[in-house]
């Protein structure tokens, strides 16, 4: 069978993402990923739980003094809108339907461009304050944290960018279903280790 | 590649069946993340009231641990069908990333 092959909305299948062999192994191969995934954002929450306000030096930062809630809920409610949006683009991508896909598509990197400057914007606000990777045991756990995950965010974005420009002329084939599908569930990961990260990091870190 | 793939072109009950079936599981999906938004904002007024932390902590740790079972199981179709391995792989992550935060937290405890 051809990979270019052209499908109609009555001739796609209900699971395109597992409909053939190289589908099913990139969707089984990519879940491993997640689950290994898993550990290494465990390894840092570790890291980070165990170093939080510690020192030798730099102590005059501290989790509790140093975090702000509002622009932390404006990163959270802007990511999980993300997750709705790939949710949107895959359930158009079951229908078949490739340019409602790729509109919702380019909403979800546009909020994750948006999570992501408010990220810069705060590492910059902390670094000016004198809170840098090399200030205490804190400041190193904390950006190895957040910033390993602002990476995936990156990553993440550059996927979806790369999946939209590809194959923008192609169209939906069985060849890009399953692409366009992993892209997707490595979003919804990365919402999963942001609600981790404001509930451990952020709303923890303000209690003190 | 795709060798095993034949074309079955549904008929329209059948499709109009499971074009039905999509849309009620977008609502749902809709619904799932009404609940998500609503639980980030629990989580968010607890810390802004200003509650002991002895009761804040359990309660926002749960509400995240919630909100990713909702995430995991219906934005990354967990619950659906052949995702048996799936959870098998999940699982033994989350066991081992379990152990790995346990540990290094007792550690500097004791």
């Known amino acids: 069978m051809d990979i270019n092959q052209r499908y109609t909305p009555q001739s796609w299948p209900e699971h395109p993402e597992t409909a053939t062999m190289e589908g099913k192994n990139k969707f089984i191969g990519f879940w491993l990923l997640l689950a290994a995934e898993t550990v290494t954002f465990a390894s840092l929450f570790a890291t980070y739980l165990a170093l939080k306000d510690k020192g030798p030096s730099g102590m005059e930062f501290s989790a509790a003094g140093l975090f702000e809630l509002?622009?932390?809920?404006?990163?959270?409610?802007?990511?999980?809108?993300?997750?709705?949006?790939?949710?949107?683009?895959?359930?158009?991508?079951?229908?078949?339907?490739?340019?409602?896909?790729?509109?919702w598509l380019g909403i979800t990197v546009l909020l994750g461009a948006t999570f992501l400057g408010l990220e810069i914007y705060e590492f910059n606000h902390y670094v000016h304050l004198g809170f840098g990777y090399t200030n205490s045991a804190f400041s190193s756990a904390f950006y190895t944290l957040v910033g390993t995950h602002g990476a995936h965010v990156l990553f993440g974005l550059s996927w979806f960018i790369a999946l939209m420009l590809r194959n923008a002329k192609r169209g939906l084939n069985m060849y890009n279903a399953p692409k366009f599908y992993l892209a997707s569930l490595y979003w919804h990961f990365i919402d999963v280790v942001w609600v981790f990260i404001f509930t451990v990091v952020y709303l923890m870190g303000v209690i003190g | 590649?795709?060798?095993?793939?034949?074309?079955?072109?549904?008929?329209?009950?059948?499709?109009?069946?499971?074009?039905?079936?999509?849309?009620?599981?977008?609502?749902?999906?809709?619904?799932?993340?009404?609940?998500?938004?609503?639980?980030?904002?629990?989580?968010?007024?607890?810390?802004?009231?200003?509650?002991?932390?002895?009761?804040?902590?359990?309660?926002?740790?749960?509400?995240?641990?919630?909100?990713?079972?909702?995430?995991?199981?219906?934005?990354?179709h967990m619950s659906g069908k052949g995702h048996g391995m799936v959870a098998f792989f999940m699982f033994c992550g989350m066991f081992v990333a379990f152990i790995t935060v346990l540990a290094l937290v007792t550690i500097v405890w004791w």
Do not use: C, W
């Open chain 2, 1 to 76: 590649m795709a060798h095993d793939t034949h074309i079955h072109v549904r008929s329209k009950a059948e499709f109009e069946y499971a074009k039905k079936k999509r849309a009620d599981e977008m609502r749902g999906h809709l619904a799932t993340f009404a609940i998500m938004i609503f639980l980030t904002l629990i989580a968010f007024t607890m810390v802004a009231a200003g509650f002991s932390a002895y009761l804040i902590v359990p309660i926002i740790l749960l509400l995240a641990g919630i909100q990713v079972i909702l995430q995991l199981y219906y934005f990354m």
């Open chain 1, 70 to 103: 509002p622009l932390v809920f404006a990163m959270t409610m802007i990511l999980l809108t993300s997750s709705l949006t790939s949710v949107y683009a895959m359930y158009h991508m079951k229908n078949h339907n490739f340019k409602a896909m790729q509109a």
